[in-house]
């Protein structure tokens, strides 16, 4: 039997690669300005309800004056935790980078078997060289002032044009979802609307959830590090709660780097005191706190949530890693919906 191709076939065919290929590029090459836009849906996708909630309640259901009202607030609440915050936090953390070297000099000469595990773990026969020249790198980051000017510049126009994005999208977002839906079939508009809106579920409760989970280990650390008389309680707490935010592997990172500031500074057994706190308290996150706080969300597996970290992380940083869990949720969910589809077709075909 002779197998014909048509010309159409094949022009289709050759236009999808080479419409792949040059959306690889354009993503290789706009990549900031992808992050951007990713990052600014994230947000009107989490605002959503808020704006919704606040809409009913104004003056002709105005949508604008909502949208403004929550991004005001929401920037209010944001700029108020780092005014009050930032400051103390630097502060510390300025003091411990600067003071960690000689604790650790001083330690390592009152106990020299655990300096020397130390020193074997991380691969350096002078750890306190090596603090000491990690030390001045983070004292002088950033270089000249002109550096510094760049990259604040730089990070005001990347916030400005985020929230700019975010704005439109979640004004305008509805408007753009509803002429979609106008073009489709009832029954399908309705199956695809679902869908929508349990994605967009998905991610509402996973940042809202992650942001009550970070502040219960930021209170909790800190009541246990101002208990053990630790130096730097504010600062270590506030570390626990940042790296807190970035899932399966943050709370482990944050244990690690406190217990090992606790290790040079307070000692052995203030050290292992914290360590058994850190293992009590992620066992009641893990099996008490994150069932509760995220139970209205999609549970995505380890594997696929340290692979959605590693590839966000490389993509877009420390942002990245905490938008890699609802993207990896909110595929798994679009997954779901295609097999569920495919399955109840091959049903009516047998």
């Keep these: 039997m002779e197998l014909t191709i048509s010309n159409r076939t094949v022009f289709r065919v050759v236009a999808i690669v080479a419409a792949m290929v040059l959306g690889i590029w354009l993503v290789f090459k706009l990549h900031t300005q992808v992050v951007w836009i990713l990052t600014a849906l994230f947000l009107a996708l989490a605002l959503e309800p808020a704006v ?57 000469q009152q ?26 790198q983070l ?27 975010t704005y439109f999208m979640v004004l305008e977002g509805p408007g753009w979802v509803e002429a979609f839906w106008s073009y489709l079939p009832g029954s399908t508009r309705e199956k695809y609307r679902g869908l929508l809106q349990q994605m967009q579920g998905t991610v509402t409760g996973y940042v809202s959830g992650n942001i009550v989970k970070s502040l219960i280990a930021v209170v909790a650390s800190g009541i246990a590090l101002i208990a053990v008389g ?19 592997v943050g709370a482990t990172l944050a244990a690690i780097s406190v217990c090992l500031v606790l290790l040079v500074f307070k000692g052995l057994t203030t050290a292992l005191i914290i360590l058994v706190f850190f293992i009590i308290f992620q066992q009641l996150e893990n099996y008490v706190f994150q069932p509760l706080i995220f139970s209205k969300t999609v549970e995505v597996s380890p594997l696929v949530t340290l692979m959605a970290i590693i590839i966000g992380t490389s993509l877009a940083g420390f942002i990245g890693a905490l938008v890699a869990i609802p993207a990896a949720a909110s595929l798994q969910i679009l997954l779901r919906f295609v097999l569920a589809g495919h399955k109840a077709r091959n049903r009516k075909a047998a």
Excluded: M
């Design 52 to 108: 919704n909630w606040l809409s009913r309640y104004l003056p002709k259901r105005s949508r604008a004056l909502a949208v403004l009202v929550v991004l005001i607030v929401t920037g209010a609440i944001v700029a108020f935790v780092l005014v009050a915050l930032i400051p103390p936090f630097a502060f510390q953390l300025f003091h411990l980078v600067t003071t960690l070297p000689d604790a650790y000099k001083q330690f390592s």
């Design 111 to 136: 106990e020299p078997g655990i300096s020397g595990l130390i020193n074997s773990s991380v691969g350096s026969a002078n750890t306190t060289e090596a603090l000491q020249q990690a030390s001045k």
């Design 139 to 165: 004292v002088s980051f950033g270089g000249s002032a002109v550096q510094v000017a760049g990259q604040v510049f730089g990070g005001i126009f990347a916030v400005v044009t985020v929230i700019i994005l």
């Design 230 to 248: 630790s130096p730097f309680a504010f600062a270590l707490a506030l570390l626990v709660g940042i790296l807190d935010l970035v899932p399966l």
